[in-house]
Nanobody, 114 residues
Framework: QVQLVESGGGLVQAGGSLRLSCAAS??????LGWYRQAPGTQRELVAS???????MYAESVKGRFTISRDNAKNTVYLQMNALEPEDTAVYYC??????????WGQGTQVTVSS
């Protein structure tokens, strides 16, 4: 079992930046990702990073968001720049093990005002 705890959400004006963090309760040599869910929509993948550091991003955030990980601290980050009102959502940290077990954090609210 793995517990994931997110932090760093909040309210920011359009064009601003936020950095989300997700701390895992144990070593995280797995694929880590950030998802988001806005009211009335399905949860969508924002970015992911493999244990080797390979990253992928949703088209809507490419060039604005950066995912990174610190395996020594069991932590994954999402740096979000040039935020837009459309980025408003609850952001969830996800860990997927090699056996495809999924673990989720509790979510952190990101609100971008216009």
């Amino acid at each position: 079992q793995v517990q994931l705890v997110e932090s760093g959400g909040g309210l920011v004006q359009a064009g601003g930046s936020l950095r989300l963090s997700c701390a895992a309760s144990r070593s995280i040599f797995s694929v880590l990702g950030w998802y988001r869910q806005a009211p009335g929509t399905q949860r969508e993948l924002v970015a992911s990073i493999s244990s080797g550091g390979t990253t992928m991003y949703a088209e809507s955030v490419k060039g604005r968001f950066t995912i990174s990980r610190d395996n020594a601290k069991n932590t994954v980050y999402l740096q979000m720049n040039a935020l837009e009102p459309e980025d408003t959502a609850v952001y969830y940290c996800n860990l997927r093990t090699p056996s495809n077990n999924n673990y989720w954090g509790q979510g952190t609210q990101v609100t971008v005002s216009s």
